[in-house]
């Protein structure tokens, strides 16, 4: 069984220019999620959805960072204009609905602001 | 707010000998509680986890023991192997709507097994 999917695995930009993120969960996982995990911290949680429906984004920093999954399977997370404080590793997991805990993730996006 | 805490940021042990990675809580609504590890590069990789029903759940050399009246737990690995080195989390979360997946992370234990 195929894992979860991410690219571009690294990314370097200036500030205030845009970046965007792909995932591609596993196949049959209704649930995904994107976390931020800054250096030196544990994976802060972005943004859940169930299917294409938005569950929880609380924590998703709406003036800068956005995310859809329209069709229920791929992700994508955008971030526009990027800070230096977005430098980060960007984990996507997936789960296999809402209320099954366990999650598996994806190697992680590493971006680099400057 | 810490709500999931991992006070040692590294530990060192010898191959063969008991690994114990420990993490304390404050939310005492927390009812699901797993261990992740992460090895450089890579995403977190699920271990092993524990409902707040039980006290202890095994899993091969892995074992977490939980302690809810000290909102404590912590995880066990006996023996150590040199491939034990990752860093590791330890993720909580409760209810059982649709936001009972959300997980609150720790902020991480390096283990370094040395030979």
């Known amino acids: 069984e195929a894992g979860v999917a991410q690219s571009p695995r690294y990314k370097i930009i200036e500030k205030r220019q845009s970046v965007a993120f792909w995932c591609n969960p596993i196949s049959g996982h209704a649930t995904l999620y994107w976390y931020q995990q800054i250096l030196g911290q544990g994976p802060k949680l972005l943004i859940q959805f169930q299917n294409n429906g938005v569950v929880d984004d609380s924590q998703l920093p709406k003036d800068r960072f956005s995310a859809e999954r329209l069709k229920g399977v791929d992700s994508t997370l955008k971030i526009q204009p990027a800070k230096l404080e977005d430098s980060a590793v960007y984990l996507c997991?997936?789960?296999?609905?809402?209320?099954?805990?366990?999650?598996?993730f994806g190697p992680g996006t590493r971006l680099l602001v400057l | 707010d810490q709500q999931v805490k991992q006070n040692s940021p590294s530990l060192s042990v010898q191959e063969g000998r008991i690994s114990i990675l420990n993490c304390d809580y404050t939310?005492?609504?927390?009812?699901?509680f797993l261990w992740y590890k992460k090895y450089p590069a890579e995403g977190p990789t699920f271990l092993i986890s524990?409902?707040?029903?039980?006290d202890k759940n095994e899993d091969g050399r892995f074992t977490v023991f939980l302690n809810k009246s000290a909102k404590h737990l912590s995880l066990h690995i006996v023996p150590s192997q040199p491939g034990d080195s990752a860093v590791y989390f330890c993720a909580a979360s409760y209810g059982d709507t649709g936001t009972a997946s959300k997980l609150t992370f720790g902020t991480g234990t390096r283990l370094q097994v040395t030979l």
């Open positions: 939310n005492s609504m927390f009812d699901y």
């Open positions: 997991a997936s789960s296999l609905e809402s209320r099954v805990k366990t999650q598996y």
């Open positions: 524990i409902s707040s029903i039980k």
